[in-house]
């Protein structure tokens, strides 16, 4: 029996082998890291500080109980999930609002406003640790506002990268919803504000979505930051990692079952919003 006629518009063979290969390779290098650390965190520490083994031949679950005892882990955790959702929930909220006005009004300076809000971007983190720093602990000494060492003054300072781009990603986002939308709204009798939350967000919602997800995981992971800005109580989860290093010796097994749990929140986040984050991130690119 003759085989089907091939496509003139269909890939060669070669081209589709050689995808494959690649793509395996691929899920072989993202994968790897992964199956290293669920091993190594089903491991006796005396298999994990020893030679390397690709198949553990003693398992025990012992780690994941030993790490909330080793280290405050769950203090740690609800620093993190307060720091991380407030600064979440900041950032959406103001950059709603502030991308609404730009998309919507014209104004003087709003040119200006958009690339200063982008130019913020071209500055690494670190240029603004040390300013911070000073400026908490002057208002610190001058007012008694505790923002050094504190939640509050964590949130204030997540909010200083991760607000811009939440502006500047919604102003794309919202240029692209038409503005008949809004004014067919006022013509019903909605005013702006009204307009803003009844018309402009529900069709927003994937942008706002995938706003809220950058600013979450950029919080939640961030180390520099909280490593100055906190101490023994207001540690966050990334600093907190670091207390299972001791001066003795490192419990391998105990950072890499730590660094699993502290990873649900964000990859469960992502996997029940993924729909909506990718949403967002291509159609606020197209106007």
Known sequence: MPSPARSPMAAPQSFLWTRRVVLTLLAGFVLLPVYVMISSSLKPLQDVSGKFQWVPTRLTVQPYFDIWETVPLAEYFVNSLIVAGSATVLSVVIAVFSAYAVSRYSFRGKRVFTVTVLS????????????????????????????????????????????????????????????????????????????????????????????????????????????????????????????????????????????????????????????????????????
């Open 120 to 287: 913020t971007q071209m500055f690494p983190g670190i240029l603004f640790l040390l300013p911070l720093f000073l400026i908490f602990v002057n208002i610190g000494n001058s007012t008694g506002l505790a923002l050094y060492g504190s939640r509050g003054g964590l949130i204030l300072t997540y909010l200083t990268f991760s607000l811009p781009f939440s502006i500047w990603m919604l102003i794309g986002y919202f240029d692209s919803i038409p503005k008949d939308l809004d004014e067919a709204a006022m013509v019903d009798g909605c005013g702006p504000i009204r307009a803003l939350f009844r018309v402009v967000v529900p069709a927003a919602v994937p942008g706002i979505v995938a706003v809220s997800v950058y600013a979450f995981m950029t919080a939640w992971g961030e180390v520099l930051f909280a490593s100055v800005m906190t101490n023994d109580a207001t540690r966050t989860l990334a600093v907190g990692l670091q207390g299972y290093a001791t001066q003795n010796d490192v419990y391998w097994n105990q950072v890499m079952a730590a660094s699993l749990v502290v990873s649900v929140p964000v990859v469960a986040g992502f996997l029940l919003l993924q729909r909506y984050l990718v949403a967002g991130l291509t159609a606020g690119a197209v106007k």
